[in-house]
Nanobody
Framework: VQLQASGGGLVQTGGSLRLSCVGTGRTFGNYGIGWFRQAPGKEREFVANIRWSMNRPTYADSVKGRFTISRDIAKNTVYLQMNSLKPEDTAVYYC???????????????????WGQGTLVTVSS
């Protein structure tokens, strides 16, 4: 599957953005889809993921209650709704996919085998 991420931009603290990750070439089916982010000088970190077939989300503690991951089956698309954004949310955001969900969760970048290009989110203070 090929992934295309979009929706990044510049927003003020407290604002909102919605990122999209469109899958082409295959339907997501039994996939796990994740969002990661990488700030300058930092390692890529887990943000959220969703088990497509069961519509079951998981979140990093740093975004719980602020971010929501969701899916649109008809569009083969995963969204990341980001509310109450903070300057520390500034990063390049990536979506990733794995064709089979891993038991025990998928919060490590190495768990994924397809990656989209990043989309930059900048939160100004």
């Amino acid at each position: 599957v090929q992934l295309q991420a979009s929706g990044g931009g510049l927003v003020q603290t407290g604002g909102s953005l919605r990122l999209s990750c469109v899958g082409t070439g295959r339907t997501f089916g039994n996939y796990g889809i994740g969002w990661f982010r990488q700030a300058p000088g930092k390692e890529r970190e887990f943000v959220a993921n969703i088990r497509w077939s069961m519509n079951r989300p998981t979140y990093a503690d740093s975004v719980k209650g602020r971010f929501t991951i969701s899916r649109d089956i008809a569009k083969n698309t995963v969204y990341l709704q980001m509310n109450s954004l903070k300057p520390e949310d500034t990063a390049v955001y990536y979506c990733a996919a794995r064709s089979r969900w891993l038991v025990g969760g998928m919060s490590n970048p190495a768990d994924y085998d397809s990656w989209g290009q990043g989309t930059l989110v900048t939160v100004s203070s």
